[in-house]
């Protein structure tokens, strides 16, 4: 059983930024692609950044490239999402996801989400 466990999010002012982590247990990162998604109220759940299994591929949505960066710590079992020049228009519940295949393409496991609000 795979858990993942967000943490990091808060409000933070436009033009901040702030850091999104999320912890693993039951099988380690190094097994599995992993990313973020966000969900804003009123709207559907969106993609916003993945990370291949091997680390060498990386994905954003057009929403966030060049502001937002996702990475892995090997040795801490997680996965970042450094958000950076973030705009009120990434308010919104962030959800770490995660895949056994070497690509996130479809997410099999979920964490429970943090918020994230910022401020104009």
């Known amino acids: 059983q795979v858990q993942l466990v967000e943490s990091g999010g808060g409000l933070v002012q436009a033009g901040g930024s702030l850091r999104l982590s999320c912890a693993a247990s039951?099988?380690?990162?190094?097994?599995?692609?992993m990313g973020w998604f966000r969900q804003a109220p009123g709207k559907e759940r969106e993609f916003v950044a993945s990370l291949s299994r091997n680390t060498i591929s990386m994905a954003y949505a057009d929403s966030v490239k060049g502001r937002f960066t996702i990475s892995r710590d090997g040795a801490r079992n997680t996965v970042a999402l450094q958000m950076n020049k973030v705009k009120p228009e990434d308010t919104a519940v962030y959800y770490c996801?995660?895949?056994?295949?070497?690509?996130?393409?479809?997410?099999?496991?979920w964490g429970q989400g943090t918020q994230v609000t910022v401020s104009s």
């Open positions: 039951g099988r380690t990162f190094e097994t599995m692609s």
């Open positions: 996801a995660a895949s056994r295949g070497a690509v996130l393409t479809t997410p099999e496991y």
